[in-house]
């Protein structure tokens, strides 16, 4: 690991690294208005949501890096209290780039970026109306970190109202995809959350055995990721070896090698044919065509396969006889 003190560089070396390490950011397109009722327009990726009961968000207008001066958001948020803040799809991404120019106060950038404005129920400054989600915010505290170039103003403020784009639900749920968010990386990168880049990760609905206590030749295994690890650590309690070994005997002994191409693991493995993959190391094996360190490797990568498919048992039967002690039960029958 390459460490580093923050009081030993720069602060846009620190800049850089912290927005690179603290990634993907959710982007708050914030709109305020000055004390003669100017619009005004930016985004800012220093931003969370935090706690529901009120619900609360932060976002933070920092001193500018080169001169220490103040951003036009935080003064007009600091003299009204009132903002609002709206979700950036990835149809809106040049427009919000093009907003973050240095405009002089009082220049409106919603005309700048091509942008209409929503009108808000409770608070001043209007909305994006091309955005899917947008909040109304009153300000509860500020919090200045620093008062120097590059340092922060956290403003903190209890959402007042929601309003949500009608097609952004599929029944009573926001769809993600349907949101079409983007967020922010380091340096020029951002990313969009969309296809492959999302997943559903159900939440552990009890409390599984935990990584320490797998079996040791799983914990040392170099073909099982951390991933798979935890995934096989959720359950509640391992299941049975010795019933499971006594079934792939009885399977094994139903194989007959020369219907069963044993050549065929890779292919299977590519094909996504978990079921299948096992049988040909069965059929391998039968033939004394492995040993048996090998068929133990086999029987993980098929575990990894049957864990990528949500087939939890088929994944935890191959876990368990890969242990090399299962392995050699397993030759009996051969
Ligand atoms: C995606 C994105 C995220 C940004 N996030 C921040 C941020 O969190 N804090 C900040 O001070 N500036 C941030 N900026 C820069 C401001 O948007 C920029 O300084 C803007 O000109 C401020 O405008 P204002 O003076 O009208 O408030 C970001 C810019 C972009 C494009």
Request: proline letters at 6%; hydrophobic letters at 40%; charged letters at 25%.
């Amino acid at each position: 690991m390459k460490s580093f003190n923050p009081n030993d560089h720069p602060v846009p070396f620190v800049h850089r690294l912290l927005l690179s390490g603290v990634a993907p950011r959710p982007i708050a397109l914030v709109g305020t208005q000055d004390r003669e009722g100017r619009v005004n327009l930016s985004p800012f990726s220093f931003f969370n949501a935090f706690g529901a009961n009120p619900p609360v968000i932060v976002v933070s207008p920092a001193y500018r890096g080169k001169d220490g001066t103040t951003k036009h958001s935080f003064e007009n948020i600091r003299d009204t209290g009132e903002f609002t803040v709206s979700a950036v799809s990835h149809s809106m991404v040049e427009q919000i780039s093009l907003a973050s120019s240095d405009y002089e106060q009082g220049e409106d950038e919603f005309l700048k970026a091509g942008f209409g404005k929503l009108t808000s129920d409770i608070v001043a400054p209007p909305g994006v109306a091309e955005a899917p989600f947008v909040m109304e915010c009153r300000l509860l505290h500020h919090f200045d970190t620093g008062a120097k170039p590059g340092s922060g103003n956290l403003m903190i403020a209890e959402v007042v109202m929601f309003h949500v784009r009608e097609s952004a639900f599929e029944g009573d749920r926001i769809d993600p995809r349907r949101l079409d968010l983007v967020a922010r990386m380091g340096y020029n990168w951002y990313c969009r959350a969309n296809g492959d880049a999302l997943f559903e990760l159900p939440k552990p609905a009890h409390n599984g055995i935990g990584i320490d206590a797998l079996p040791q030749h799983l914990r040392e295994s170099d073909i099982l990721t951390g991933n798979n690890l935890a995934r096989l650590a959720s359950v509640v309690e391992i299941p049975d070896g010795e019933e499971i070994l006594l079934r792939w005997k009885e399977d094994l002994q139903g194989i007959d090698p020369a219907q069963t191409p044993a050549d065929m693991f890779d292919v299977e493995l590519r094909l996504g044919e978990a079921h299948r993959a096992v049988l040909s190391v069965f059929a391998a094996w039968k033939r004394q065509e492995l040993r048996a360190n090998e068929c133990s490797r086999r029987l993980q990568h098929c575990t990894r396969l049957a864990l990528d498919q949500n087939q939890m048992s088929l994944a935890w039967e191959c876990a368990l006889m890969s242990d090399p002690e299962a392995v050699a039960a397993l030759s009996v029958t051969r």
